[in-house]
């Protein structure tokens, strides 16, 4: 019952921390915009979808860690599960880091195709790393 508690606020929390729908603009000279040039909407929407899918990746797995005994009586298999889900969000962080470099010294189609497939993902990953929470602790 805990768990769930602790999981519906974090809901609560990313909704309301997500931008609104209407906030389809950004800042001229912003830290999504290159000298004379437009802030880079297409770069702000990668990075924004690949920062959620991360830190609810990472939220997954503290509430894991930190709830690990307790967990373990039950679902003893968790955090083999959840170790191999860390693994995987840190290769592909590294893999993102490295495609984001290369988007900002060559902002080119292709580039930004890459940042999305990674970003696409870690998405999968999250989506994985949510089944894992058990729904009746």
């Known amino acids: 019952m805990k768990l ?14 997500l931008p609104t729908g209407c906030a389809h603009r950004l800042e001229q000279g912003g830290a999504y915009s290159q ?13 924004a979808s690949y ?9 997954v797995m ?4 930190d709830h690990r005994a307790m967990l373990a009586t039950k ?4 955090k083999g599960e959840c170790d191999k889900i860390r693994l995987k969000t840190q290769e592909i962080d590294l ?3 490295t495609a984001r470099k290369a988007y900002l010294v ?25 089944t894992l ?3 009746n602790p």
């Open 35 to 47: 000298v004379d040039q437009a802030p880079d909407l297409a770069l702000f929407t990668s990075d």
């Open 75 to 78: 679902w003893p298999n968790l």
């Open 95 to 97: 893999r993102w880091a």
């Open 4 to 17: 769930a508690k602790l999981l519906a606020a974090l809901l609560v929390a990313i909704t309301i921390a």
């Open 106 to 130: 060559n902002p080119v189609p292709a580039n930004l195709d890459l940042l999305n497939r990674i970003a696409a993902e870690l998405q999968r990953v999250n989506a994985v790393a949510i």
């Open 51 to 59: 920062k959620w899918a991360y830190t609810s990746i990472v939220t």
């Open 62 to 65: 503290q509430l894991e860690k």
């Open 133 to 135: 929470i058990p729904k």
